[in-house]
């Protein structure tokens, strides 16, 4: 499904030199370098537009062998239960979001346990491109 979602692409550096960073420069540099370091980074970020009236940013990257996909903010964090779902961005920025189907036939959201984690990983490995999962949309 749709998300409505439509990033732009941007850079590391781009990112160091965004004017949000005028409000923490030191906590916004360490974030972005902290997530530069894991294998695929890549940096996204949403203008404001009807729906927000502030720049959202979106980050992906692989973690143990998994590819995820989260929003982005160096001056907020939280912990979520929330299940994954698999996440692909299309040429054009467009971002589309997928419920995983389980061994039981139900769909949804998946958990964050020990066998989905693998299956993510096996996932990944199958699709090249595209395939991320995503626990903040």
Known sequence: METGLKLTKISVEEMLLRKEQAYNPKVWKQAIQRYSEYPKCQFYLIEPEKNYSYTRFFVSYVCQGIYFFSDFSAFSACLSNNGFCEVSID?????????????????????NTRENRAQFRRMNSAIEKGFMVCNSL
């Open 91 to 111: 040429e054009e920025g467009n971002v589309y979001k997928y419920l995983f189907t389980g061994a039981n036939g139900k769909t949804g959201y998946a958990e």
